[in-house]
């Protein structure tokens, strides 16, 4: 094991070492992907454009006394008007969804592999 070692708040821990530049190589681009922002429902504009492949959650930073109120739906106060939407409690559902799908894949795939427990 090549992994230093490294004491971080009286806990010990092997350090892994990052490749960034291969990382960053095996990166894919979503053409025509892009972030917008809304406010009251009326478009903010397009915050991101073709972004790298994968997931994306939404996050609000704040400075010191900063307050802000985030609407992530179902019921919408504002909804946006120029374009479809699905509130985040949607992505949850579609979570189940296609970790069913996978569960089914894997029954399929390996049915000789399976024991049975009956």
């Not at 894919?28 to 492949?53: H, P, Q, W």
């Amino acid at each position: 094991m090549n992994q230093p070692l490294v004491k971080f708040k009286s806990h010990l821990y092997f350090e892994d070492k990052d490749n960034v530049s291969e990382s960053e190589r095996a990166l894919r681009t979503a053409k025509g992907s892009k972030i917008m922002t809304y406010k009251n429902g009326v478009c903010s504009g397009v915050a991101f454009s073709d972004l790298f492949e994968g997931t994306y959650f939404p996050a609000i930073s704040l400075y010191k006394n900063a307050t802000v109120t985030a609407n992530f739906g179902p019921k919408f106060r504002f909804p946006p008007k120029q374009t479809e939407y699905k509130p985040m409690s949607a992505a949850a559902e579609q979570a189940h969804i296609e970790y069913a799908l996978a569960d089914i894949v894997y029954h399929v795939v390996n049915e000789d592999n399976i024991p049975d427990f009956l």
